[in-house]
């Protein structure tokens, strides 16, 4: 008897073609990899490494926190590595000269950390503005401060990245977004400065946002931003690196009227078969999946039962299932979309990704 636990395969060759996927979309646009988070799950120095070679080649890296940049480093990766947050302390800035490492810039404090600080090389900084997303960026009345003020600097390397970010880039003809990208424009048309607005909602929409980078996140590892009910084709071409398995670990009977795992909130309608799949929320599958959320299992779906428990879900396999302790249980992957599971989790697959726990084994092929 053989029964492999929870184990994310990651396929390196689906990565490379939706970086190829992404580039033939984007042809002159330069490709910051988004890799925060580890990497969406995937392992960041895994990804990182992935996409140095010749065939898919980042031109650059963003990540959240200087940490996850600085493992990067670690790890050999000498290509440029952008802060998306910027550095949160002034003690960072020297880090940040001596690694090579790139920073936002999105308000005041980092401003003037930057134009008062002693320096041995300048940096390499992208100015974000708050197009209307609210969340991190100057203000449009402060651009020309913000613009000559890093322009003329002597910590600071030229020409700068002038970015934003969008707020409904996965909804069709979301009137903010064409707010957003008029008032972008707008600040920074007359400016010799590249440009970087797109994530990969807009690379694929949005031809006009991708300006001289682009920044993809979630598509690089196959998954659709756009929710499931858009009927768009814009996503298409691109395939799940990641596959998230299990396996059963116990078959058993169930009759009529008797009920499944904690809280017994589901009961079966009739005589059935339950199998056992060490999964659960200790791995990060979703604890708030739906009852009749699928799971493949011998290439058929079979739905979710009972609550998710730590380590193990229940499904139904029917009443005259043949499947046994130690067939593949797959939650995710190429046949079975995350984008859907995220639904019956109401969540979003960004967080499904993420929230992968360490006990995972993962395989690389
Ligand atoms: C500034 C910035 N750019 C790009 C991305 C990538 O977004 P996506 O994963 O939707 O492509 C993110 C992710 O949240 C981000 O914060």
Same mark, same amino acid.
């Given at each position: ?18 970086? /190829? ?10 490709? #910051? ?85 002693? =320096?041995?090389?300048?940096? /390499? ?40 970010? #969008? ?18 424009? &707008? ?20 031809? &006009?946002? &991708? ?16 929710? =499931? ?15 998230? &398995?299990?396996? #059963?670990?116990? %078959? ?23 199998? %056992? ?56 992957? /190429? ?28 395989? %690389?092929?």
């Amino acid at each position: 008897m053989s029964s492999c636990t929870a184990t994310a395969i990651i396929d390196c060759q689906a990565l490379v073609n939706n970086f /190829k996927r992404i580039k033939k979309v984007a042809p002159n646009s330069k490709i #910051l990899a988004v890799l925060k988070a580890n990497a969406y799950g995937h392992g960041l120095e895994r990804i990182a490494k992935t996409l140095i070679q010749k065939e898919a080649m980042a031109d650059a890296f963003g990540v959240a926190r200087i940490d996850e940049a600085l493992e990067l480093r670690a790890a050999g990766i000498v290509k440029p590595i952008v802060l998306l947050e910027g550095f949160f302390s002034t003690d960072d800035l020297p880090v940040l000269a001596v690694n090579n490492l790139q920073t936002i810039v999105h308000n005041e404090q980092q401003l003037n950390a930057i134009l008062t600080a002693e =320096l041995d090389k300048p940096l /390499k900084v992208w100015l974000k503005i708050d197009t209307g997303m609210h969340r991190l960026g100057i203000n449009p009345e402060q651009f020309q401060y913000f613009y000559q003020s890093l322009s003329t600097s002597k910590n600071v390397q030229q020409p700068l990245v002038l970015m934003s970010h #969008l707020a409904c880039a996965d909804e069709d003809n979301n009137a903010l977004t064409a707010k957003q990208l008029n008032l972008f424009e &707008q600040l920074t048309q007359n400016t010799y400065e590249e440009r970087s607005m797109a994530n990969s909602a807009a690379i694929f929409t949005m031809p &006009q946002s &991708q300006y001289d980078w682009i920044r993809p996140g979630l598509m690089l590892y196959g998954v659709s931003p756009l929710p =499931l009910s858009s009927n768009s084709s814009a996503c298409s071409g691109i395939e799940p690196v990641m596959t998230l &398995q299990s396996s #059963l670990i116990a %078959v058993r009977n169930l009759i009529a009227g008797e009920t499944v795992g904690y809280g017994g909130v589901w009961q079966s309608e009739k005589d059935t078969t339950i199998g %056992v799949v060490a999964i659960g929320y200790g791995d990060g599958y979703p604890r708030h999946a739906k009852n009749g959320t699928p799971v493949l299992i011998n290439q058929r779906r079979v739905p979710l039962v009972g609550r998710v428990s730590m380590d193990m879900i229940t499904v139904d396999l029917g009443r005259d299932a043949q499947d046994q302790v130690g067939d593949a249980a797959i939650l995710w992957g /190429k046949q079975l979309p995350v984008e859907e599971i995220a639904e019956y989790a109401t969540t979003i697959p960004y967080e499904l990704l993420c929230n992968i726990t360490r006990r995972v084994q993962v395989e %690389v092929i």
